[in-house]
């Protein structure tokens, strides 16, 4: 896309010559075209749970619902509210994300413990669905911001768990590969289809609406991700296979280490 400044330049008196200046303005076009993509998805996305509340309370409100069903239409309510505000947290951690806000101090950060205490604050929710869930790997060092990189490793253990069935393995590993420490978590879950692999890091983009609806998802979760590893100089790999599992490996740039 570019942006064309003419400026006629008068020679002479007579004949007109005409300076272009052409200026690429593609990343200006995309930047505000997914702004106001963002916008749309995010009004979209409020106004879902918001339509399903006000219904549920005026349903409640005007006496039309049964006895036995209004401790089942107020939990209703109660989830979409949930819901509301899980999306407004992510909305705004992504927002803080762009910013580069409140980013708070770097410092070194130990990756395994850091996975380990993910992990316990994951294991009641995976014992719940039995599921196994492990840490192993190598005591390696990042340098970044523990916060985000908390957030990273919580958003991936979340969506292992949510992606896979009772009886699975979610396994959060540490090590050192080339060039890089990756820290991997890998599930026994569902797996992403190949053809949606390539856009379940942009926001919004859910591969089954109604599985990540009713789990809880608000579909911002691997754009956080991605926008943590971004932050970090650190590439993400996917692997993925429907029925198997999936792996997310965020590699870090050995230069991090300490
Ligand atoms: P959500 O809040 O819907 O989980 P995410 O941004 O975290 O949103 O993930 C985007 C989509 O990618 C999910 O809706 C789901 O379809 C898919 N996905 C993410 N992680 C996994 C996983 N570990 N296994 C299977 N599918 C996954």
Redesign the pocket.
């Known amino acids: 896309h570019y942006q064309v400044l003419a400026s006629p330049v008068a020679q002479n008196g007579s004949a007109t010559d005409v300076v272009l200046l052409m200026l690429d303005i593609t990343d200006r076009y995309t930047a505000e075209m997914s702004r106001r993509e963002f916008t749309a998805n995010v009004s979209h996305e409020l106004k879902t749970p918001l339509t399903s509340i006000s219904g549920y309370a005026e349903i409640m409100r005007d006496g039309l619902a049964r006895p036995e069903d209004m401790k089942a239409f107020a939990a209703r309510i109660c989830d979409e509210a949930n819901r509301l505000i899980a999306l407004v947290n992510d909305i705004l951690e992504l927002s803080r994300l762009d910013e580069h806000k409140g980013l708070g101090e770097k410092t070194e950060v130990d990756l395994l413990q850091m996975a380990q205490s993910v992990a316990r604050h994951f294991m009641p929710r995976a014992e719940e669905k039995g599921i196994i869930l492990s840490v192993d790997g190598m005591d390696l060092s990042v340098y970044g911001y523990p916060a985000l990189l908390n957030e990273m490793i919580a ?1 991936l253990v979340d ?2 768990v ?3 069935d009772r009886g699975g393995a979610v396994r959060i590993s540490v090590a050192q590969r080339d060039n890089s420490i990756v820290l991997s978590v890998c ?1 026994t ?4 289809p190949e053809e ?1 692999q390539p856009h ?2 942009e926001r919004f ?4 609406k109604s ?2 609806k009713a ?1 809880g ?7 956080i991700v991605k926008h943590i590893a971004a932050v970090h100089d650190a590439d993400i790999r996917l692997e ?1 296979e429907v029925g198997k599992g ?1 792996c ?1 490996h965020i590699l870090f740039k050995r230069l991090h280490q300490l």
């Not at 879950?189 to 992403?192: A, D, E, F, L």
Request: neutral net charge.
């Open positions: 958003n969506n292992a949510k992606y896979t599930d879950g569902i797996g992403i949606h379940v890091f983009y859910r591969v089954d599985h990540s789990t998802g608000t579909g911002l979760g691997l754009s993925s999936t997310v």
